[in-house]
């Protein structure tokens, strides 16, 4: 069992900056990818950015160049430095974790970050 807490959100205009935090409690050891996902009202659940414990990243074409995630030495935390925020940002943010095996998926409460003017 894993426990995933965000926190970090909230409002900020067009080209500011957010970073996101996820801290990660119970069956840590097992973790082998930690994510960031997003929903905005009325769409589908995507992938924002995710992290393996090889230090491997991937990204939304959506927000390349902007967003950065990374995770801390002991990988119980997983950070989503969010730059140049755009109003189609705007969403709720999941943090998300597979574990090795079986590849559990485990999910935090979100935290809304809205972008606008």
């Known amino acids: 069992q894993v426990r995933l807490v965000e926190s970090g959100g909230g409002l900020v205009q067009p080209g500011g900056s957010l970073r996101l935090r996820c801290a990660a409690s119970g069956n840590t050891l097992s973790i082998y990818t930690m994510n960031w996902y997003r929903q905005a009202p009325g769409q589908q659940r995507e992938l924002v950015a995710g992290?393996?414990?090889?230090?491997?990243?991937n990204y939304a074409d959506s927000v390349k160049g902007r967003f950065t995630i990374s995770r801390e030495n002991a990988k119980n935390t997983v950070f989503l430095q969010m730059n140049n925020l755009k109003a189609e940002d705007t969403a709720v943010y999941f943090c998300?974790?597979?574990?090795?095996?079986?590849?559990?998926?485990?999910w935090g409460q979100g935290t809304q970050v809205t972008v606008s003017s």
């Open positions: 998300h974790v597979r574990l090795f095996n079986p590849p559990t998926p485990f």
């Open positions: 992290i393996t414990n090889g230090g491997t990243t």
